[in-house]
């Protein structure tokens, strides 16, 4: 009797270890949408939606026909990002056959590769987990170019721009995710067969938990626009751009050294290994947008720019270039997003050099089928519609100030249903600039963000809102820098920002079937840390000053 429920734990063991792998079910592509660093004068204000300069091309094209000069206008912008995403996560209990049960912790183990367990089958990696997971993003040069052709009344543009970018952000820590299915495992056994009536104890100790897992994703969203501004009147203009988006990604997660030292009754010290993960998946694909733009220029002073995005359903191919995971891990469905063709999936496997081959077509036939949809060659990332605005005003001779806003309609952009944890999103800020001198000025500015993310609700299940990769946390900016004009056809503006996020965290429950319905409780936190610091250059060719007289109240006189 006693080897029949020694028998169903090792079941139990890899039935939790294959369906506790939810949370990365949709980390494929960043949700951030549209990066606001273009230019070193945003960079150096955060608040450009009323400009009349050349990086109107990007943030309120419109703008452009009313900029001071004519000719031939052009600018290149670069940035340098730093980004540090932090995250800690405490699995703290579970409900097992309608019966609490809440895991202690062993006395702390320094990390590493193997952690030694304090107690029997109890959060047998908790001592040895990073106490926190981290990932980091330098981009030493992410670049933007404007190019203007201005007349009297009128102006073309062409820009180029990163929408979004990680260049091999990397969890070296592993992730989170990947860390409580292991402990989940163990948990959900040691739950199962103490809370429900098992002839006699079971005595089970899991000495060592082998762990070794990574995560890194590789992204850039490269988009140009062409448009044109026109003004009817002296008070109104009107802009109409395209924009084409080039898309490129990839995410790999690998776990090695993946398995169990364990003290079994009747059985002795035992290795439960499960086959390593590893999976590779590319992402390419392009897509297009429209640009529309009013600006309102009622006296001299005031500057108002209204910016509208739209774009069109952007589905990018998916191509899966490696795909390996342990056969229940697999049969769960929750890594049917990285997978493109369904023959692809490993239908055979070993766990350890010394085991038998074992077929997984049983197992896949009992996968959920709200996961089928996942398996397939496409993937929809469409950018939502932004309406932006910008008010702009001369307070005095050489000091100007400016007020900005942006919302952001991602709950109503198809994302094969992501758009669902969304709400609407927005952003508002304020600049002020001061020319102390006719060449150089001073600026700084505010912004305030949130994306729009849901909050979790205490212990909401399956919750898929905010994750470890893509945490989504509201945040303040302040920036300053100074523009210098060292003689008439250049300007050079150099800027930096700081962002300060709001820390959040999730209280959710995870649901599994371990033989009985399970209810896993998990607490996360994130933080992030991020920078910038940008320098642009824009030269003024092949023209002169627009020649226009106003009165002493800045209103503009007839000719």
């Known amino acids: 009797m006693r080897m029949r429920w020694v028998t169903a734990w090792f079941l139990a063991v890899f039935i939790a270890a294959g369906t506790g792998f939810t949370a990365l079910a949709t980390e494929l592509n960043q949700e951030e949408g549209v990066m606001p660093l273009h230019s070193a004068e945003y960079t150096r204000t955060l608040n450009r939606f009323a400009s009349t300069d050349t990086d109107a091309a990007f943030y309120n094209p419109a703008g452009l026909a009313f900029m001071k000069r004519k000719g031939l206008h052009g600018q290149f912008s670069s940035n340098t990002l730093y980004v540090k995403r932090i995250s800690t996560q405490k699995y703290w209990g579970l409900y097992a056959n309608l019966t609490p049960y809440v895991p202690f912790a062993p006395v702390p183990i320094s990390g590493g590769i193997i952690a030694k367990l304090a107690d029997s089958y109890v959060n047998p990696l908790f001592g040895g987990l990073p106490k926190e997971y981290t990932a980091n993003i330098i981009a030493p040069c992410l670049p933007a170019v404007d190019v203007v052709y201005n007349g009297d009344n009128w102006a073309v543009y062409f820009d180029l721009h990163v929408t979004q970018a990680a260049p091999g952000l990397t969890f070296e820590q592993g992730l989170p995710v990947l860390d409580w299915g292991a402990l989940a495992t163990f948990e959900s056994a040691a739950a199962v067969f103490n809370n429900v009536a098992v002839p006699g104890p079971l005595d089970t100790e ?63 010290e035992t290795i439960l290994q499960e086959s390593p993960w590893l999976i590779d998946t590319d992402l390419k694909g392009h897509g297009f947008g429209l640009i529309l733009g009013l600006h309102v220029k009622p006296i001299e002073i005031i500057d108002i720019g209204i910016k509208y995005e739209y774009y069109f359903p952007m589905v990018l191919d998916k191509h899966t270039k490696k795909f390996q995971a342990p056969g229940t891990i697999v049969s769960s469905g929750q890594l049917n997003i990285f997978l493109d063709e369904w023959w692809k999936l490993p239908w055979w496997e070993k766990k350890d050099p010394t085991s038998a081959w074992e077929t997984l077509d049983e197992n896949i036939g009992k996968m959920n089928a709200d996961t089928f949809k996942k398996v397939g060659k496409k993937l929809k990332v469409t950018y939502p519609q932004t309406l932006s605005m910008g008010f702009s005003i001369k307070i005095v001779e050489g000091l100007r100030a400016e007020t900005s806003g942006e919302v952001t309609f991602k709950p109503f952009v198809d994302l094969g249903g992501r758009q669902s944890k969304w709400n609407l999103g927005y952003k508002v800020g304020q600049c002020l600039e001061w020319f102390f001198v006719k060449q150089a000025a001073v600026s700084v500015g505010y912004l305030y963000n ?96 627009k020649l226009k007289k106003v009165d002493e109240y800045g209103i503009l006189l007839k000719k």
């Open 450 to 545: 949130d994306f729009g993310i849901e909050k979790s609700r205490k212990h909401e299940v399956n919750y898929r809102g905010r994750n470890e990769v893509d945490p989504l946390l509201s945040s303040h900016s302040v920036a300053g820098g100074f523009k210098i004009l060292p003689i008439d056809w250049l300007d050079i503006d150099i800027g930096a920002m700081y962002m300060i996020f709001k820390k959040e965290k999730t209280d959710t429950a995870e649901f599994v079937t371990v033989q009985f319905p399970t209810l896993h409780f998990i607490r996360k936190k994130f933080d992030e840390r991020r920078w910038s610091v940008a320098i642009g250059l824009t030269a003024h060719l092949f023209g002169g000053d």
């Open 206 to 268: 899991a000495n060592y938990i082998l762990r070794n897992n990574y995560a890194q994703r590789t992204e850039y969203y490269v988009a140009g626009t062409v448009g044109a501004s026109y003004a009817f009147i002296e008070q109104l203009a009107a802009a109409l751009g395209v924009r084409y988006i080039y898309a490129m990604g990839n995410q790999k997660i690998g776990v090695q050294n993946a398995g169990t030292v364990g003290q079994i009754e009747l059985l002795g």
